[in-house]
């Protein structure tokens, strides 16, 4: 989300810690690491990116 946001690209939020899943989105190849762990996992196939940090070159939809 830091990313997305230092590079202009409008992303959704509202809590900003795994809560909510308004920044809810796909993940289409990649690797990432929670922290924090969000409350409730992401549907399979997608992440939240404000509590989430690549591990490897990754590719979202946003
Ligand atoms: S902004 Fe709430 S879970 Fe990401």
Redesign the pocket.
Known sequence: ?ELAEACYVPVR????????????CGLICGSLKYDPE?LDAPAVGNL????SRPQKDTVIDL
């Open positions: 989300m939020w509202s809590c900003r810690s795994g809560v909510c899943h308004t920044c809810e969000p939240l990116i404000c509590c």
